[in-house]
């Protein structure tokens, strides 16, 4: 079981981090995505990290390079998702979820979801 938490309401510029809490099977066993879905639209992968045996390699949306950050804390089971720079265009509902898959970023990779946690970025 995955659960977010971390998200609310910020300022374009501003910042948020996201927590993915992890229950069951150890965090670093799987890789771990982080996908937005924004109002009216398809959801889509914004940044993963792969699971320890494959090095915990990160990889990032185009759009979400430079300005977010992916990491995991074995000790608390977590993922998080630091996100700086934020914009109006980074709004939606963003998602946590599992795969087998490495580097994966298509939706239909991934088998368990979070439920998800709200961000909006005002202008």
């Known amino acids: 079981q995955l659960v977010e938490s971390g998200g609310g309401l910020v300022q374009a510029g501003g910042s948020l981090r996201l927590s993915c809490a992890a229950s069951g099977r150890g965090v670093n066993e799987y890789s771990t995505g982080w996908f937005c879905q924004a109002p009216g639209k398809e959801r889509e992968f914004v940044a993963g990290?792969?699971?320890?045996?494959?090095?915990?390699?990160?990889h990032y949306a185009d759009s979400a390079k430079g300005r977010f950050t992916i990491s995991r804390d074995n000790a608390q089971n977590s993922v998080y998702l630091q996100m700086n720079s934020l914009k109006p265009g980074d709004t939606g509902i963003y998602s946590c979820?599992?795969?087998?898959?490495?580097?994966?970023?298509?939706?239909?990779?991934?088998?368990?979801w979070g439920q998800g946690t709200q961000v909006t970025v005002s202008s």
């Open positions: 979820a599992a795969t087998y898959t490495d580097l994966a970023t298509t939706e239909k990779a991934y088998r368990v």
């Open positions: 990290i792969t699971w320890a045996g494959s090095g915990g390699v990160t």
